[in-house]
């Protein structure tokens, strides 16, 4: 029996493509493990390019990991060769500075005038830069802010790029000041995120007004606007922070900015990057509820598969 055409269906366009740069771990619920679903449920085809592959996280006390940096050039010369493409690209974890390297050419090769980056600049956090993050990775995330349509630090994160010394009590406007210069380093948009306020987690989000959607100029004095694009989203906190919360968090962010990005332009108005915030930040409040109502032990993550049908 001949197939009905669904006209419908015959009219939906092709998902966009996400290259998702990162690491993977076998068990533990983060990194490229969570993005993966994550970005398919949200109607996005997720291309993962591992920078490493580890049997569990390292918040256990035993782990294998193999270095994938050796393996990274071939890999991305195949896509190249075949001429592949893609609507946005999410750099995570970068394990030295020879990974670093080579994904600034991964940008060149690939980053064109309509390509969405996102960075995702893990560094450290609760105020230490991780062990392998020194003062090599810490310039190379430098230079990735500089090529970035949207850079995601927590507040650790924005400290180590901005040069800050870390406290755990900023203020909101001590924030935007480390937001400016983020922006100022070169990327279009900023979020600050996991930001402690008493009884509550907050999300910094800021656009710079001098980078409209659609690549029109501004008013010389658009840029005077700037601490007005600035807005802290708050939600209250519920439980304790658990393994692979940022990864879900960066991976609906990057889907949800990436479905808003046309041919005419990339997508950079504040209320779009705010309403993004808020859908990640409350997706994954409901997998830290659902994960302690599960019993499920912290170092294994949130256990998004429960609700992951609901992310829509």
């Known amino acids: 029996m001949p197939v009905k055409n669904n006209t419908k269906l015959s009219n939906t366009p092709p998902p966009k493509k996400l290259a998702l740069v990162n690491d993977l771990a076998g068990y533990g619920r983060c990194s490229l493990t969570v993005a993966m679903p994550i970005v398919s449920q949200l109607g996005v085809q997720c291309c993962p390019v591992p920078t490493a592959v580890f049997s569990n996280h390292t918040g256990y006390p035993v782990w294998h990991m193999t270095d994938y940096t050796k393996e990274l050039p071939d890999y991305l010369a195949a896509w190249k060769q075949l001429d592949f493409s893609f609507d946005g690209i999410l750099t995570g974890f970068l394990g030295n500075q020879a990974q670093a390297n080579i994904i600034r050419q991964f940008l060149r090769d690939f980053k064109k005038t309509n390509t969405l980056y996102i960075l995702d600049p893990a560094m450290g956090d609760h105020g230490k830069a991780y062990a392998t993050c020194g003062k090599e990775i810490q310039e190379s995330m430098r230079s990735l802010v500089a090529l970035a349509d949207v850079v995601t630090p927590n507040v650790t994160e924005a400290c180590l790029l901005t040069d800050t010394p870390y406290r755990p009590d900023f203020t909101k406007k001590e924030l935007i000041q480390m937001a400016e210069k ?12 996991g930001i402690p306020c008493k009884g509550y987690i907050g999300n910094l989000c800021m656009t ?18 700037e601490k007005e694009a600035a807005t802290l989203l708050r939600s209250r906190k519920v439980t304790q ?11 609906i962010l990057a889907a949800e900015l ?5 041919d005419e332009g990339l997508a950079f108005r504040q209320e779009t990057l705010t309403a ?12 830290l509820l659902v994960s302690d109502a599960a019993n499920v032990p ?4 949130v256990c998004f598969e ?5 992310l829509k």
């Open 276 to 287: 993004a915030v808020r859908k990640a930040a409350a997706f994954v409040r409901k997998c």
């Open 298 to 301: 912290e170092t294994e993550g």
């Open 208 to 225: 710079d007004m001098n980078v409209p959607s659609g690549g029109k100029p501004l008013p010389e004095n658009a840029h005077r606007q």
């Open 258 to 262: 990436l479905k808003e990005t046309s």
């Open 182 to 193: 983020l922006l100022k380093m070169g990327s279009k948009q900023v979020v600050i995120t």
């Open 241 to 251: 922070s658990r393994h692979g919360t940022g990864d879900i968090f960066s991976a």
């Open 306 to 310: 429960k609700i992951l049908y609901q």
